[in-house]
C-alpha cells in the first residue's frame, strides 16, 4: 500500500525558506565594512586648506556617507562616495579622518572597507550634541554657527544618528572618534558631558560600549603653543567616565598661526594617530588576525 502524501512537509519546507531568506536579508550588512561615527567642532569639521596630496590616490575601500547635500561636489546626503576630502560638509577642510581611514585601509586586509560619517560644528560646546540639551543652547549660538547648525536641520546629533541607522544597513559601526573641547576649556564636566553623547548614541544605535571604543583627539598641544592646551588635562580624564575611552596626543602636531587648529601636516599626523590607536584596538578584539 502507497503511503498517502500529504502538504505539510511542503508547507513547512516552504516556510522555513521564506524564513531563511528574511533572516539572511535581515543580517545583510557586509561585516566587513567597518564603519566609524566622528563628530566634534572644527578641529573635526576640518580647518586647515585641502592640499594637492590629500585629493590623490584616494583608496575606494575608503568611503565617506555625505552628511548633506553638496550639488558643487556631485555628491547627496545619504549616500557613500570615495572619501576624497572635504569630509564633513561642502567646504571645509582637511580632518583627522581623512588620515585615520587612509591608515587603516593601509593596514587592514585587502577585503576590509571602510566608512567615516564626519558630523562637526566650527566653535559648539559638548552640548550640541546632547539630545536632551541642545535646543537651549542653540538658542545661545553666534549666528555664523546658526548657519552651519542649521545645514544639519537644526540638529547634528540626529543628522549623527539618521546617518548612522544608513550605514548599519551596510555595514558595521566600529568605533567613534571625536575632536572636541576647545570651546569647553576648564570644563570639569566635560567627561561627563561626552559621557552622555556616548551613552545616547550606544542607546538609539542599538550598540554595546564594550565593542565601540571613543577615540578623543587632545587640543593643540602646549609644545606647539595651543591656546586651549589647558583642555587636554580634562580630556586626559575621560578614560575614567568611559572604560573604553582613548586619548590620541597631539604632541609634536605642528599648528596654525592662530595656535587653536592644525595646520594640514597636523591633521595627517593626528589622523594617523586615531588610525593606529584603532588597529590596535581590532586587533586585540580578533587574537590571531
Known amino acids: 500500500m502507497r503511503k498517502k502524501i500529504g502538504f505539510k512537509p511542503l508547507v513547512t519546507t516552504f516556510t522555513c525558506g521564506v524564513l531563511l531568506l ?9 561585516q566587513k565594512f567597518y564603519i566609524f561615527l566622528c563628530f566634534g567642532q572644527s578641529n573635526m569639521e576640518g580647518n586647515a586648506k585641502i592640499e594637492p596630496q590629500d585629493t590623490v590616490n584616494v583608496n575606494s575601500r575608503f568611503q565617506v556617507l555625505q552628511a548633506v547635500d553638496c ?5 547627496t546626503k545619504a549616500n557613500w562616495y570615495t572619501a576624497v576630502p572635504p569630509l564633513s560638509r561642502c567646504r571645509t577642510g582637511l580632518t583627522p579622518a581623512d588620515y585615520f581611514g587612509r591608515t587603516l585601509v593601509e593596514k587592514l586586509p585587502a577585503d576590509i572597507r571602510i566608512g567615516v560619517i564626519n558630523v562637526a560644528v566650527g566653535g559648539c560646546k559638548i552640548e550640541l550634541f546632547d ?10 549660538v553666534p549666528q555664523w554657527m546658526t548657519g552651519m547648525i542649521n545645514q544639519y536641520d537644526g540638529n547634528p546629533y540626529q543628522r549623527l ?17 571625536l575632536h572636541q573641547g576647545e570651546s569647553n576649556t576648564n570644563d570639569s564636566l566635560w567627561p561627563v558631558k561626552v559621557k552622555t553623547v556616548y551613552d545616547n548614541l550606544l542607546s538609539d544605535l542599538n550598540l554595546q560600549a564594550t565593542q565601540v571604543p571613543l577615540l578623543a ?14 583642555m587636554n588635562r580634562i580630556i586626559a ?28 601636516e597636523g591633521y ?9 590607536k584603532m588597529l590596535e584596538l581590532l586587533r586585540n578584539s580578533s587574537p590571531g588576525k
Request: charged share 20%; with cysteine.
Open 131 to 140: 539630545k536632551n540639551r541642545y535646543q537651549s543652547y542653540v538658542t545661545t
Open 268 to 276: 595627517r599626523m593626528l589622523g594617523k594617530r586615531y588610525g593606529e
Open 71 to 75: 550639488a558643487d561636489l556631485g555628491r
Open 217 to 230: 583627539g587632545e587640543t593643540v598641544n602646549a609644545d606647539q603653543g595651543g591656546i586651549c592646551a589647558g
Open 237 to 264: 580624564t575621560l578614560p575614567q567616565t568611559i572604560p573604553n575611552a582613548y586619548v590620541i596626543s597631539s604632541a609634536g602636531c605642528p599648528d596654525a598661526q592662530d595656535n587653536l587648529h592644525f595646520n594640514a
Open 161 to 177: 544618528v539618521d546617518l548612522a541607522r544608513v550605514a548599519q544597513k551596510d555595514g558595521v559601526i566600529k568605533g567613534i572618534l
Open 22 to 30: 528574511l533572516h539572511t536579508s535581515a543580517f545583510s550588512q557586509d
